[in-house]
């Protein structure tokens, strides 16, 4: 069984070898994306299982756009939200080193 499913992708490969090629660019490019992705955002489970599963970029489509995403995002706001806190703190006069509080009596 296996070696006849081999013969019949060696036998797809020689008589499709365009569609093969293009199944494999577009396979890497997908998994390339989401390993970086899952690299960036430390997802170590998700790159182990993106690294060793090949679901021709179904799996790494998955990732980027669902989970991926949604750390993303969460990671924009918690960084927008900490840039906000800091420019506060800076604009107000009590972080000053005192200065123009009233405690220089």
Do not use: C
Request: aromatic share 10%.
């Amino acid at each position: 069984m296996l070696m006849e499913n081999l013969i019949s992708l060696q036998g797809f490969m020689n008589e499709n070898p365009v569609i093969f090629v293009a199944l494999l660019i577009w396979s890497l490019a997908w998994k390339g994306v989401a390993l970086w992705k899952s690299a960036r955002l430390s997802h170590k489970t998700w790159f182990i299982a993106l690294l060793i599963v090949n679901t021709i970029g179904i799996l790494e489509i998955i990732y980027i756009y669902f989970v991926a995403r949604k750390y993303s995002l969460v990671t924009r706001i918690e960084s927008a939200e900490d840039e906000k806190i800091g420019v506060g703190k800076n604009g107000n006069t009590s972080d000053n080193g005192g200065s123009g509080s009233g405690s220089e009596n």
